[in-house]
Structure formats: C-alpha cells, structure tokens
Nanobody, 126 residues
C-alpha cells in the first residue's frame, strides 16, 4: 500500500530552521515526482517545492527560493525539505505528495499529485 508520512514540523522562531521529512512506503521515491505543499488557515494549498523522478531536478515557489532546499535519499526512501530563515508567513500545514511516472520534470500544482500524506504543522512565531 502506497503511503507518505511527514514529520519534523514544530514551533520555531523567525530566522530559525526546520527539516521536514517525507517517508515513503509502497513505492520508491526515484520512480515518482515528490512535491511539498503547504496550506495556511483560510488559504488555498500551494506548491512549495518538488523534485523530479529522473535526474532529481528541483523547483521552488518564488517565496521560498534560496531559503528552502528539497532533497531525496533513495536508500532511505525519504524526501526532505530543509527550511532556513523561516518567516511567520511560512506558518502552515506542510504536506508531501507523490505523482507516479518517470519524468525529467515536476509540477507545483496540487492537481498533478495523486497520493498525499497527512501533513505536519509548522508554526513560525516569536
């Protein structure tokens, strides 16, 4: 059974860092595009970053580029999101999601992803 489980969220002060993990079972991460998304209260879910299945190509939304880094550990079947220089506006529930297919690109639209984790809360506040 295909499953994604996020962890690593929590409360952090502005300027701090967190590393989110997306542990995958039922498939291998290098055969799927994996995306990170977030949803703040009252807002739509938005794509934050993604990594393609082939080549490990990455994409970032403009608001996090230079602060967040997505990476993949094939041996651990896990995808990470390193978040640095966090801001209050980064506060949201963060989700990882998987899109099957071996491609050289990935999408930041939630509609392109078929499988979702349950989410992990990130709060950036002093």
């Amino acid at each position: 059974q295909l499953q994604l489980v996020e962890s690593g969220g929590g409360l952090v002060q502005p300027g701090g860092s967190l590393r989110l993990s997306c542990a995958v079972s039922g498939f291998t991460v290098d055969n799927y595009a994996i995306g990170w998304f977030r949803q703040a209260p009252g807002k739509e879910r938005e794509g934050v970053s993604c990594i393609s299945s082939r080549g490990g190509r990455t994409r970032y939304v403009d608001s996090v580029r230079g602060r967040f880094t997505i990476s993949r550990d094939n041996a651990k079947n896990t995808v990470y999101l390193q978040m640095n220089s966090l801001k209050p506006e980064d506060t949201a529930v963060y989700y990882c999601a998987a899109n099957p297919g071996s491609t050289w690109s990935c999408a930041l639209s939630p509609r392109d992803y078929h499988y979702w984790g349950q989410g992990t809360q990130v709060v950036v506040s002093s």
